[in-house]
């Protein structure tokens, strides 16, 4: 799958095109640390299976990649992220306030990318869209938090019992708003007709629920993933499905002492086994796994619209591979 | 000059028209805790100079006063700002990471907003080479900086002596290219020549110019502007006309003295005012002064294309006062 990789060119010419030499090598840095381009794939392999060709999707791809890539530079920011993909962080490499700048200077050449892609005033509404949802879903899932930051908003605002409905929300708009906007900006790219364009934008949609009820279960749950497991609960978050769901089994005593977990200013490892020891004694892990294959049927009955193809077959096989986390 | 504040009805409806309920007395205290709207200003009377409607000024006039307060929030947080207009900054209001959300949230808001004007691709292309320069201006604001980051790029890159050119570089991206950019904007509103449109866009160039060789001065020599004096020093900027210009007067011992209290990890109120002190032995007020009127009055020139109206003297009153600190 190294299809997502094809818009690396791309991006590091749009980033080399019009920078300051002495700024450079740190704007590419974080390009250069590595990625899946997991979300660029989605882009390319929707438009060839929408009969588009590759070559027009390759730049509406670079955009998404950037998107994503946009969030992550901000995202560790507000977590004081340090390691990501094996690496330093741009943010350790860099400096947080050079990293704050990076992040914004990448906001700006993704929208010069956009200007250079076809349909450019369809596929900005998407990615507009995407990037108000990101922020959004970036909101909740802070105030999903349940300790550590004083912050006057988020200590008036805090979440302390969510529904599933809610999380799905968080998620929605977190991570599957991206993923939607992806196979909606790859069947334009292809110039694909309205039904199609929406059909795969449910793909995206669906698909990306999926990814992420997913990573949830396997920061919880899961092992070998490569990813500091329990990370969630050490941060606090209550918005993970495995969590939630693991609390409607829980006796009160036990969810109580799960939540005093997540409420703990520092979660030692211990104490972050604990918690996911109370979630194993659950379903939760079952559960979640039902629900993330259900919207992934959803997401590839969506694909019924299209012909059968090569690209098609990929297609389904890239969605397996994401919400498995074997991309 | 109320002029400037009738971007504020189309800010805060662009801010409320699709964000969420729980956000958006978050996102609207930025605007309503004060500001000039100067820029805005110099976007309308550009418009209406021109010949053109005030009316179709007002919408490319809210989205330079947003990009100019979208680097106000992010400036906050790389400056770890408190207080701004007399108010406490959004993130002491909201909090660091909800800050830096808001932020990001305004840069999405403002695209929606240009989505909406007309001539809105030559206005966002615009928009966005005013925000990649204001974002490097930033940058380089930073490596003038003689201390108290201890950031790896900056650190590598700090620059220790720098030339009057380098700073006109830096104020040139980081304030002059808005400027730039209002009057430029404000001249396609009137969808006016490209000739009409050049002139404005060199006038707002040269004022902005202007306003920071002002501004610095104001900061070293200045007194009742409202703002804290000597902030320039305290904050280690080397990037300051005042203090760039007077170091050529002051003997190798003297430029020693003033260059160790820009490097010491703190700087105390007792030290700020050694600081000013050492500037105000030599001419480098008065020369700024000079500089400054040099350029308001080549800006002033460039206006020369335009016939005159009420709206060109209100224009040439506007730049006056603005370079004065008295708007």
Same mark, same amino acid.
């Given at each position: 799958?190294?299809?997502?990789?094809?818009?690396?060119?791309?991006?590091?010419?749009?980033? @080399?095109?019009?920078?300051?030499?002495?700024?450079?090598?740190? !704007?590419?840095?974080?390009?250069?640390?590595?990625? /899946?381009?997991?979300?660029?794939?989605?882009?390319?392999? @929707?438009?060839? @299976?929408?009969?588009?060709?590759?070559? #027009?999707?390759?730049?509406?791809?670079?955009?998404?990649?950037?998107?994503? #890539?946009? @969030?992550?530079?901000?995202?560790?920011?507000?977590?004081r992220g340090e390691v990501r993909r094996g690496k330093p962080t741009v943010r350790v490499v860099a400096g947080d306030s050079v990293s704050l700048l990076i992040a914004m200077y990448y906001r700006e050449i993704l929208d010069q990318i956009i200007q250079s892609c076809v349909r450019s005033t369809r596929i900005r509404k998407i990615a507009v869209r995407a990037m108000k949802d990101i922020i959004d879903g970036e909101r909740l899932d802070l105030l999903f938090e349940q300790?550590?930051?004083?912050?006057?908003? !988020?200590?008036? #605002?805090?979440?302390?019992?969510?529904?599933?409905?809610?999380?799905?929300?968080?998620?929605? /708009?977190?991570?599957?708003?991206?993923?939607?906007?992806?196979?909606?900006?790859?069947?334009?790219?292809? /110039?694909?007709?309205?039904?199609?364009?929406?059909?795969?934008?449910?793909?995206?949609?669906?698909?990306?629920?999926?990814f992420q009820i997913m990573d949830d279960v396997l920061d919880i749950c899961g092992s070998n993933t490569g990813k500091q497991v329990g990370k969630d609960v050490i941060e606090h978050k209550l918005g993970n499905s495995a969590i939630l769901i693991g609390m409607r089994y829980l006796t009160d005593r036990k969810k109580a002492e799960l939540l005093k977990i997540l409420r703990s200013k520092r979660v030692p490892f211990r104490m972050a086994r604990r918690a996911q020891r109370l979630v194993a004694q659950t379903p939760a892990e079952i559960e979640c796994r039902e629900i993330a294959k259900a919207y992934l049927d959803e997401a590839k009955q969506r694909l019924s619209i299209l012909k059968d193809s090569e690209y098609k077959r990929s297609l389904m096989v890239l969605s397996d591979l994401v919400v498995s986390r074997r991309f």
């Amino acid at each position: 799958m190294e299809m997502g990789r094809r818009v690396d060119p791309i991006i590091l010419e749009a980033l @080399s095109a019009s920078s300051p030499p002495d700024f450079l090598s740190s !704007l590419k840095y974080h390009f250069e640390a590595g990625g /899946k381009r997991m979300r660029a794939a989605l882009v390319i392999l @929707s438009c060839a @299976s929408a009969g588009g060709k590759i070559q #027009n999707a390759l730049r509406p791809a670079a955009v998404v990649e950037m998107i994503h #890539n946009y @969030s992550l530079v901000m995202d560790d920011l507000i977590d004081r992220g340090e390691v990501r993909r094996g690496k330093p962080t741009v943010r350790v490499v860099a400096g947080d306030s050079v990293s704050l700048l990076i992040a914004m200077y990448y906001r700006e050449i993704l929208d010069q990318i956009i200007q250079s892609c076809v349909r450019s005033t369809r596929i900005r509404k998407i990615a507009v869209r995407a990037m108000k949802d990101i922020i959004d879903g970036e909101r909740l899932d802070l105030l999903f938090e349940q300790a550590e930051r004083d912050e006057p908003y !988020l200590e008036s #605002n805090r979440i302390t019992d969510p529904s599933f409905r809610q999380y799905l929300e968080m998620i929605g /708009k977190k991570t599957a708003a991206l993923f939607r906007a992806a196979s909606e900006i790859g069947g334009h790219a292809a /110039k694909a007709r309205p039904r199609v364009v929406d059909s795969l934008s449910e793909f995206g949609w669906k698909a990306g629920l999926a990814f992420q009820i997913m990573d949830d279960v396997l920061d919880i749950c899961g092992s070998n993933t490569g990813k500091q497991v329990g990370k969630d609960v050490i941060e606090h978050k209550l918005g993970n499905s495995a969590i939630l769901i693991g609390m409607r089994y829980l006796t009160d005593r036990k969810k109580a002492e799960l939540l005093k977990i997540l409420r703990s200013k520092r979660v030692p490892f211990r104490m972050a086994r604990r918690a996911q020891r109370l979630v194993a004694q659950t379903p939760a892990e079952i559960e979640c796994r039902e629900i993330a294959k259900a919207y992934l049927d959803e997401a590839k009955q969506r694909l019924s619209i299209l012909k059968d193809s090569e690209y098609k077959r990929s297609l389904m096989v890239l969605s397996d591979l994401v919400v498995s986390r074997r991309f």
